[in-house]
């Protein structure tokens, strides 16, 4: 909304001005976005990642009896990052599930 609303703006100015002051006025608006947009390229490019990591390590051990679930490593969806798992424990499960690594979940 807030483009549409510029754009109108310089569109009217220019509307008002003579063909070539209108000429010379667009040439300086269209090279100041350009370098603008560039900035913001270069800007985005080096920023940081901003995606999550999951780490887990150095967990203790976890036993589920039943249809219960026994992890001691990560349980995450592809949407949380980077998945680093090391040094978890052990997990037993009597008629349910063990994880002591990484499990992926949707």
Do not use: H, K
């Not at 483009?3 to 109108?8: E, S």
């Not at 995450?76 to 052990?90: C, F, L, N, Q, Y």
């Not at 997990?91 to 690594?101: I, K, L």
């Amino acid at each position: 909304m807030t483009t549409v609303l510029v754009l109108a703006i310089v569109a009217g100015a220019l509307s008002l001005l003579s063909w070539d002051r209108a000429n010379q006025v667009a040439g300086v608006v269209s090279a100041v976005v350009g370098v603008a947009a560039l900035g913001v390229g270069v800007c985005a490019l080096l920023a940081p990642s901003l995606s999550v990591s999951v780490q887990v390590s150095r967990t203790g051990s976890a036993t589920a009896t039943g249809c219960g679930d026994a992890n001691t490593g990560a349980v995450a969806s592809p949407s949380d990052g980077v998945v680093s798992v090391g040094e978890t424990g052990e997990a037993r499960a009597d008629g349910g599930s063990a994880n002591t690594g990484y499990q992926g979940q949707e």
